[in-house]
């Protein structure tokens, strides 16, 4: 509140605010919000953007109903408010509504907002600093005499961005802001949902995450806070630290979505933070502890097909490839930094968005179209599956990684970024990074991996196998 004692003016009944371009604070009762939408507005005559508006309306002891229009970042003080509040507006002006004839309030750049409270549950004394006491006592005696259901509205706890808590995905309830740490398990471009953010057009950006294992809640990305997708689709996997969420419900599905506000900030957490440490014993127990880790020597013996995890050392990663006379690449221990660089490109290729099925060019350098997805015809391109050789106790095998999965190996930075620039002012590319990643996954012969493998034995009938496959599920740095 300490902001509002240097805005402390006289307060003025809304009968007169009825000046234009003269600024006003009002004391009033809220008697309905309304839903943000936005509007476009032209900015210059030959180009036009679209603005959050919301409008809530009010009443004060004048016995004046009167409608709000809360423009730009006040629009969001209207998922603040609820029937009953009794809120303190500065510097309001006052605005006619030509086509209907209407008389309205709007917010300026420098409007102020605070909540008192509800009606019902305010407790005078401790706003006397900022508001008159004697216009306040008026407004309580007033509405409680013509609006007494306000009244019976529950008591609820006015929420202020300084007291804000971490909750739970199960705990969540419609119209709260939140912080919450969370693991991101899949970000999605909408490409049909496109919105207008500062004059451009935006498109809207979904995270599917979690707490417990498969129990995922989506979050929408808004505004600013799609400007995080670069980041949060590098370090996707990770735990995140997430503040000042807005919770909504879907109209769709009824179920709780997690969406930015202007308020919202990120942070990536490393595995030694102690907000890490606390989410994973808490929601994410070690995949450790729930599948014993098998020894390489021992599942060889018993050569039995199903799920295992292994810890292991990578000795060489080998790619087939078509370009030039090269059939196959594998990189080792000894294989150089500048080396790897180099190939990075080969270990690359350009493939169907949808299905991944590598695409060929014609004469004309036009991709060929992908005929089990038509009409989808988006390219992308991927990292190539790789054969990887695991070693265990002097044990070893070949396990088969599936693109998806090289991706997630090298930090889940996507092929399509490899010429990228990592910062705008530096000449690092990520393909520099991933090289790097690469060159330490097999050079350091001390480190370790935990990975979760399926294992399929084809045997004769004196059980010697005529067959072993593995093929990776997941991967993990043994931390």
């Known amino acids: 509140m300490t902001q509002f004692k240097k805005l402390q003016k006289k307060l003025s009944l809304l009968k007169n605010c009825c000046c234009k371009n003269q600024k006003y604070n009002v004391l009033v009762t809220v008697l309905h919000p309304c ?9 210059r005559p030959t180009s036009a953007c679209k603005v959050p508006v919301a409008t809530i309306v009010v009443i004060d002891q004048s016995e004046v109903e009167r409608k709000v229009v809360l423009w730009r970042g006040a629009a969001f003080w209207s998922l603040t408010v609820f029937p009953g509040d009794v809120v303190l507006l500065t510097d309001v002006i006052m605005y006619e509504n030509l086509w209907c004839g209407e008389i309205m309030l709007q917010s300026t750049f420098t409007s ?28 309580l005696a007033y509405v409680s005499s013509e609006f007494p259901h306000f009244g019976d509205i529950p008591p609820r706890q006015v929420q202020r961005l300084d007291g804000v808590q971490y909750m739970q995905l199960d705990q969540l309830q419609p119209n709260i802001l939140v912080h919450s740490v969370l693991k991101i398990v899949d970000i999605t471009i909408l490409t049909e949902s496109v919105y ?13 995450v979690e707490q417990n294992r498969d129990q995922h809640c989506k979050m929408v990305l808004w505004g600013a806070g799609a400007a995080w997708y670069p980041q949060l689709q590098r370090k996707k996997d990770h735990l995140w630290d997430f503040k000042y ?21 990120c942070e990536c957490l490393f595995d030694d933070d102690k907000r890490a440490v606390e989410f994973n014993e808490k929601f994410q127990k070690s995949e450790t502890s729930l599948m014993q880790v098998t020894k390489l020597s021992r599942h060889l013996e018993e050569k039995c097909s199903g799920v295992i995890q292994l810890r292991a050392h990578i000795l060489k990663l080998k790619f087939t490839i078509s370009v030039g006379h090269y059939k196959q690449l594998v990189f080792r221990a000894d294989t150089s930094l500048e080396y790897l660089l180099a190939s990075l490109p080969m270990i690359t290729y350009s493939g169907c968005a949808k299905c991944g099925l590598e695409l060929q060019t014609d004469e004309n350098m036009i991709y060929n179209q992908c005929i089990r997805c038509l009409p989808f015809n988006k390219v992308k391109t991927f990292y190539r599956p790789a054969l990887m050789t695991v070693e265990d106790g002097g044990y070893e095998i070949h396990v088969h990684v599936v693109s998806e999965l090289m991706e997630k190996i090298f930090l889940n930075i ?38 979760q493998i399926r294992s399929h034995f084809v045997l004769d009938e004196n059980s010697y196998p005529l067959q072993k496959d593995f093929h990776l599920l997941n991967f993990h740095p043994d931390l």
Request: proline residues 5%; contains cysteine.
């Open 196 to 208: 207008s953010y500062r004059g451009g057009n935006q498109r809207k950006i979904i995270i599917t």
């Open 414 to 451: 996507p092929a399509d970024w490899l010429n990228k620039v990592v910062v705008p002012s530096s000449d690092i590319t990520y393909s520099t990074i991933v090289a790097d990643l690469c060159h330490l996954l097999l050079a350091d012969t001390e480190a370790s991996y935990l990975l």
């Open 112 to 139: 102020q907002l605070l909540n008192l409270g509800n009606c019902s549950a305010l407790n005078p004394k401790e706003f006397y600093p900022v508001v008159d006491g004697g216009a306040l006592h008026d407004l």
């Open 35 to 43: 839903h943000i939408k936005e509007i476009q507005v032209k900015t």
């Open 245 to 265: 969420l807005l919770v909504q419900q879907s109209s769709v599905s009824g179920d709780f979505e997690l969406h930015t506000t202007p308020w919202s900030s």
